[in-house]
């Protein structure tokens, strides 16, 4: 019975949660936050392939792989870090969020089924670090006080991260009062809505004004200092007589100097270890919290960062961005870059963190192994050997892979690249991960859904001929999807028109071209796409058959086809690749439209005068010439040097008659004594003959002009 690529591995789809991980999950749905934070793929300092030189320094923040990230927080939770404030700095589509929730599930719950599993996740990345994490959360002996907000929510942050606290110190029994004496204004409405409940028509005005369903929902949102619901019972006050006072002491700056006093610490009594806020989309509130004011809160961004500052030994702030927080402020509306820049330059200081959250790794992952028999396939120095041979020719004809550490050590290769991400080829791994780093042209979650269905397309694929694994093809991964994603990246200007081309060419001719042949020209799109860099025809042809699976043979001969048959590819030998003529006219396909014009318009005769009467003004080599005699012999006058004629063979006799008689009438001490003419051969004139009747004229011409002189 033939083993299935089903059969060894599976692609653990679960693990990605459609893509998108949102860390309102830790209220919203506290079972799924737990199912996505188990489900985190850490990477450690050994086991993943970014290094510091792979995204520079130039930007000052230091490069950290998610496991030792990880550590850092939760040293400085335990007090061991003097900064209270980290940024860190991922691109969209990365994992920003699913990292953010998984540290707030292990933070929030060190001792819960959900922080094991990140335990875990950790100890596979890296066992030192998850062993240091282990032990430093069994010394703090206490949960954080985990506040966990998305930027991309419209909210007043004040309130947000109120009814957040208000709910965490409920779940531990404690005391609320500290929390409702700083805010009184809502256990005074409470007390109100208590004392008009008791007359049914002002009740039904409560629950009309309130757009609750009963008087138990109105007090539980004041319970949790809801502003939306107490903005809307304030009017109600007003009319009956019941107004509520003003209160200060309201900001965020207060609420933190209460909860760090009043439920965080080492003592007994206090349930919290420390207060952390774990910010995702950072920036983006930025803007919001600068334009909306009116919904934010006034300057609520200062108050926390005051908040976070002045308790900096039992509170933390950690802030997910996507880049640094100076885009931000250029992005902003001109009228509101002064209030922006108050807020960013607050959090510039923060300790910053690049995350490398490489692809590669991920992938590796994410294919579970069902069959130990891919150790067998791998498990050996001959595939070691094979490894290496293949790591030197992705090198060669995609030269930007050298610039990233993971392919380029032989070593992490074979482990990772070869036999982790198995049954992708290493040139499909090298496809996602090109395509998706700085988002070229998809994000990571689209490589990664793209990967997906490509392994159940192809799960019934045989796993090994002949004792030798078999793999998935760059090609494997086309997709009409994909073919999408080109032509958007092209129409916003990246990388030429290949995809239109393409597109262009299977609309046309799609009911004439075989398998092989289509296959063969999504890998030219492909191979345009990665950069291929070939050394010549041949070069360009064995990686199109790698890039597709193919034998050489089978590429070389439906490339013919393709270019001399059906002329929908040509073969640039300027750019050493080959090249689909579509719509857009490609180089070749204008040289081949040029010369049948020229042929067209103009036989022998007229190339000859056309060359002869034009030359010199578009070529500029077709000029005067110079020479070292006047240097030479110290002349200082300008007569010793070539003047320039052009001619063809209909008039180069003459020409050289003309050049003769010059010669002996140039007297001036500016008057050229030489000439050089530019003659015209045809390709349908006998050469060797217009040579030696050249010959001939000027031999009479020079006897010609001994005698005159004579």
Known sequence: MTTCIGDVIRFQDERLFNGAVNIDWCLDDPERASRAAAAFVFHGPTYHGVTQGDVGGGHGHRLQDTASFTHSIVRTCAGLSEKPFTLAIAGYGTGKSHLALTLAKLLSAPDSDAAKMVLEGLRSADISIASDIEKLLHGIAKPCLTISLNGMQNFDLTAEISKQILLQVRHHDADTSPLDNLRPRFSEAASRVKIMASNPELMQSLIDCSDLDNLESILNSLELQNEKIYDALCPLFEQTGLRIPVHGGESLKDLFDVVCKEYCGTTPGKPFSSIIVLFDEFGRYAEFATMKRQIAGSGVLQHLFEGIQNNSDKASFIGFIQFELNSYVQRIAPEFKNDIIRVTTRYQNADKSYLSTNLETLIAHLIEKKSSVIDGWFDDDHSRNGSARIMKTINE????????????????????????????????????????????????????????????????????????????????????????????????????????????????????????????????????????????????????????????????????????????????????????????????????????????????????????????????SVSDLECDFSEENDITTKEWGYQCVTSNSQTLSTHIKFAADAWKKSLAVDDKRGTVIYCYIGADEDFDKIENDTSLILRASAQSLEQKCL
């Open 397 to 620: 004809w995609f030269p930007t892979s050298l610039q990233h550490h993971l392919w380029g050590d032989a070593e992490q290769f074979h482990k990772v690249i070869r036999k982790g991400c198995w049954p992708l080829s290493p040139c499909a791994v090298w496809l996602l991960y090109y395509l998706s780093a700085a988002g070229r042209h998809l994000q990571e979650r689209s490589a990664l859904s793209l990967l997906s269905n490509s392994i159940k397309k192809y799960r019934e694929r045989p796993a090994e001929i002949n004792g030798q694994p078999c793999v998935l093809s760059t090609t494997d991964l086309w997709s009409e999807e994909l073919l999408q994603e080109f032509i958007a990246s092209e129409e916003s200007g990246q990388q030429g028109t290949i995809a239109h081309s393409y597109a262009t060419v299977y609309s046309k001719h799609s009911n004439r071209l075989n398998l092989v042949q289509n296959t063969l020209l999504q890998a030219i799109v492909l191979a345009a796409k990665l950069g291929l860099s070939a050394k010549g025809r041949d070069d360009a042809e064995s990686a199109l058959s790698y890039l597709s699976g193919m034998p050489v043979s089978q590429t070389h001969e439906a490339l013919k086809l393709l270019q001399n048959e059906y002329n929908v590819i040509e073969w640039d030998g300027n750019f050493q690749l080959f090249d689909i003529l579509g719509e857009a006219v490609p180089r070749t396909q204008f040289l081949s439209f040029l010369r049948q014009r020229v042929a067209s318009a103009f036989d022998g005769r007229a190339k000859a005068d056309l060359f002869s009467s034009h030359i010199s003004k578009w070529c500029d």
